[in-house]
Every structure is written in C-alpha cells, then in structure tokens.
C-alpha cells in the first residue's frame, strides 16, 4: 500500500487518507482546518482524496507524482491518456464512414431523382383532380404511371380523372398496367370509386354499342336515338355520346320524313363540329329539301358540302370509302328526287352486295 | 407488444447509433469538451455512449445533448425523402430504395437523447429560462416531450419516430415541392 506524509502534522498515512488541496498534501484533519483558512483567505478551498490524483482519471492507472501525467482542470491523467483527452480525435474508419455516408446520401438523391419527377407529377395531378380539372390532371398522372405503373394511388387517379374527363381508352390503358388491372385491396374508397365510375363508362358504351348496331337497321332509327340518348345521360363526360345522340335524331327525323327537323340538327352539328361526317350529313338533308323543293340552291349547297367532306376526309382512307358510298346515293338523290334509305338503295341498286353504313 | 432484445434492435439499426454518437463527439470537439471515453457501437446497454467534461455553459450543453438529435432527424428526413416516393406511394420495388429507407429509419430511430444527456439540460433549462435565455426557453418543451418519448422507448416510441420523420418528412417536402 502506497503511503504519504501530511504537510501540515508531518504524519505518515496511507495514500486512500490524504487529500489534496491547492496542489498540497494534508490528512484529513488538517484539510478540513486548510480549507477553512483558504476560504477565510478567499482562496480556493475545495480539496478532493489525494487518491483521485494519483491515479489515471480515465484508465485508473496509478500515476502518483509522476511528471509524466497530464493535468486537465481538477483531472489527472496518465501519459497515454492524457493527449487522448485534450484532442479527441475521430477515429479513421469513422471518417471513412462519414465520408460515405454522405456519398451514399448523394447517391440515394440521384437514384431518387425520376421517383421526385414521378411523385411531383402525382401530386400536382392529385391536387388538379381534387380541384375538379380532370383533363388537366390527367397527362400529369399518365407520365407517373410511366415510371410507376404498378402504384395504386397514381393508377387510381388517373383512371378516374381519365373517366371523368370521358378519355375511357387512357382509364383502360391505366387500369391495364398495373397488374392487369388487379388490385389487392378492392375495399378502399379510391377503388370503389373508380369501380363505380368504370361501370357507369362502360355500361354507357355498351348501351350505345347497341344504338349503333340498332341504327344500322332500318326501322329501327328511333329505338337506336333513344338507346343513344341514355348512353349520354348515363355518361355525360363523354361529350361524344350526347353528339352522337343527337347525330342519331337526324335519323329520326328522316324516317319521320321531317326535313326541316333533318336540316337543323345537320347544320347545328356541322356548326359544333366541322368534320367530314357532318359535312356529309348536311349534304345529305340539303339533298332531301332539294328532293321535296326543287329549290335548285339546296342541290348547289348540298354538292359543296359532300366536296368539303371530301376534302376533310382527305388522308383517312376509312373515311374515303365512306364517302364515296355515300356521294353515290347522294347524287342519286339529287338527280331523282327521290328519297330512300339506305337498306331501300342498296336493295335497288346493290343486289347481292352487303347493306351496311 | 412484442419484445425485441436492444442488442438485436441496436444490430439491425446500428447506423444510428454510430451516427448519433458521431454527434455528441462533434459537439463535444465543436465546444472544447473533453472528451474522457467514446464507444461508437456495442452490444450491450446502452449501445453506444460519449463520456464528456460538464460544463456550465448552457449553449455547448444545449448543442452536446441535442446535436445527435438534430443531425439524426434531419439525415433520416433525406436519406427517406430519396426513398419514400419508391417505396410507399409508387409502389416501385427498388431494392436500393429500401436499402436507403432502412438507412434512413435506423439514423431517425436513434434520434432521442438519451435520459442522462437530457437530465442536464433538465436541471438548468428553468433557472436560465427565467433569466430570458432563448435556447434555454426553447429546450424547456422540446426537452420534456423527449424525456416523455424516452421513457415510451418500451413502446417503440424511437421507432415511431423515425417512422413519422421518415413518411411525414418527405410529404410535407413533396407537397411544398408541387405548389
């Protein structure tokens, strides 16, 4: 056991009894009369087991007196601990850490760049969709699904802006890509909205899948119209299906033999929209008042109008062969004054061909 | 509530752990502290530690405790943000974004300051917080609602704060982004 003298009794103790103040040793009882005297004086009179000093503050090694140890504030501490202690240093392997950490955190921020892109997109649709501007909405959640296809929220959305924008064909293409249009949980709201919104489309396409057939067949002009008619009620984003409804009461009105009625939906269509079927529809019911007439202003107009439809046709070799089946009718119409339909012509005229439109 | 060993929690998110030791060093260094023993990782309890000089400077005690907590936060809000959009709203099955997802929950999990860390801050917080001292005012709330989320660690408190940093973070940074 280590032992020491007291500086004030001059008495030999063993190190654990001695106490350090002010950087000298005393035993217990001169300390504590020490400290009082260094207080009076105004000195610092705090003192601490000389044992603490002697040995490594951090290692616990025994130092003694050596001049070798470090003294840092009340501490003392070994030779090996002591420049430890003033200058911590990071170890190498953590720098290294660091230092890849942070390229990692680069690395995950360019590898996430296309996520941000797809997700900003996502977002600004989400919050144009919320906003009721579907049509606006929708190409910014088509190029999520372009990097994204399978998330279901993105999906979801653009399927429904695209259906309530009347796009069926993008809803479609959406629902499609993302697992063949499974989704595993078929009970959240989003689903069942866009379930019910999907039945609704495609329920309404349906109905005028039918009116179209129907209207093909003679007789059947004015159950077609109404077929057509509930297709548009039924999916009134469809702007389409309300044009085609009233493009179906032309028919209507043909068998009714109201040409005036024929003349005013074909002008109002070809006024909404100047495409080569409302061109060849108002040649049509110019064709037919020319028939009941005789007024030669009808014919003229009627013959420009199948010119623009041709011309509006131009380039679409579908729409071509339409035409000229029709122009072939029209002329004659316009030459004979006479007004048969379709099926009666082709009966006439066609023997042995088809009668379709 | 299932029990999960911390050695075993400390294994799979020792990331955290380093980092979060990583900082007290830091602030010790940044402060002029010294610093007596440093364990960046172990298994064992707690799973690392940075043994420092007190000091009665409020601002370097502030910044020693609470360091770790900002720098593990705001490294679990970026390293998440660049996953989250691939692994919880795309859907995308990336496995290098769930790498840095991971990454990112075991730096938010060990966020908190430990008890100890908190307990000085806690002693003189009000005493300086009466003399107008701002940080002191600030780390008065902030310190109590993590000595109440350290003491919830048995619940999976640390977890779901870096749950709620790591999804809460980066929708609030994407939709400021897609204003």
Redesign the interface.
């Known amino acids: 056991m280590s032992e020491g003298t007291c500086s004030q009794c001059g008495q030999t103790f063993s190190v654990r009894s001695l106490f350090d103040l002010n950087g000298t040793t005393y035993c217990e009882p001169c300390v504590q009369k020490a400290s009082r005297e260094a207080k009076e004086r105004g000195l610092l009179f705090s003192y601490m087991p000389l044992i603490n000093k002697s040995i490594c503050?951090?290692c616990n090694t025994y130092i003694g007196s050596s001049a070798n140890a470090v003294q840092?504030?009340n501490l003392r501490f070994c030779a090996a601990c002591g420049p430890l202690?003033?200058d911590?240093d990071?170890?190498q392997w953590?720098k290294m850490?660091?230092a890849a950490?942070l390229l990692?955190?680069v690395v995950?921020?360019a590898?996430?760049r296309k996520?941000?892109h797809?997700?900003?997109e996502?977002?600004?649709g989400e919050?144009l969709a919320a906003k009721g501007r579907y049509s606006e909405a929708l190409p910014h959640l088509q190029e999520?699904l372009r990097?994204?296809p399978?998330?279901?929220?993105?999906v979801l959305l653009a399927a429904k802006a695209a259906l309530l924008s009347g796009d069926v064909a993008s809803a479609a293409k959406a629902l499609q890509g993302h697992n063949g249009g499974y989704f595993e949980d078929a009970s959240k709201p989003e689903f069942r909205e866009v379930d019910s919104l999907w039945k609704r489309a495609s329920g309404a396409l349906e109905k005028a899948e039918q009116a179209d057939k129907l209207e093909q067949q003679d007789g059947k002009e004015i159950e077609a119209a109404r077929l057509m008619h509930e297709a548009a009620t039924m999916y009134p984003e469809l702007p389409a299906l309300a044009f085609a409804a009233e493009s179906f009461e032309e028919g209507v009105a043909f068998v009714r033999k109201d040409y005036d009625a024929f003349l005013a939906i074909a002008q109002k269509q070809w006024k909404e929209h100047a495409i080569a079927q409302t061109a060849a529809g108002l040649a049509s019911a110019l064709a037919c008042k020319f028939a009941i007439t005789g007024d030669s202003t009808y014919r003229q107009q009627s013959e420009e109008m199948l010119e623009k439809a041709r011309q509006l046709a131009q380039g679409s070799a579908e729409s071509m062969k339409v035409l000229d089946e029709f122009a072939e009718r029209n002329r004659y119409r316009l030459e004979s004054r006479q007004i048969i339909s379709k099926a009666e012509y082709d009966r006439r005229f066609r023997s042995g061909k088809t009668a379709s439109k | 509530m299932f029990f999960i060993p911390g050695p075993v929690i400390a294994a799979l998110t020792f990331?955290g752990v380093?980092?979060h030791e990583?900082g007290h060093?830091f602030f010790?260094?940044l402060f002029k502290l010294?610093?007596?023993?440093?364990c960046?990782f172990r298994f064992g309890n707690p799973a690392g530690y940075v043994i420092h000089?007190q000091t009665e400077d409020f601002k370097a005690q502030f910044f020693v405790s609470m360091g770790p907590f900002f720098a593990n936060t705001l490294?679990c809000v970026?390293?998440c943000?660049?996953?989250?959009?691939?692994v919880w709203?795309?859907?995308?099955f990336d496995p290098?974004?769930y790498f840095?997802y991971w990454?990112g929950l075991s730096i938010g999990m060990h966020a908190f300051p430990s008890t100890t860390d908190l307990s000085h801050l806690w002693a003189d917080a009000p005493r300086l917080a009466k003399k107008g001292n701002l940080l002191a005012i600030v780390s008065l709330p902030l310190a109590a609602v993590l000595v109440v989320l350290n003491y919830a660690r048995v619940i999976w408190a640390d977890l779901g704060y870096g749950i709620a940093v790591g999804v809460l973070g980066p929708i609030a940074i994407?939709?400021a982004?897609?204003r």
């Open positions: 503050a951090r840092i504030g202690i003033k911590w990071y170890p953590l850490s660091l950490l990692l955190l995950a921020l590898h996430g996520y941000f797809a997700g900003r996502m977002y600004i919050r999520t990097i994204a399978g998330s279901d929220k993105a | 990331p380093i980092i990583a060093l010790c260094r010294q610093v007596f023993d440093v960046f000089q490294l970026l390293f943000t660049a996953a989250f959009l691939p709203e795309l859907k995308v290098l974004a840095f990454l994407f939709r982004l897609a």
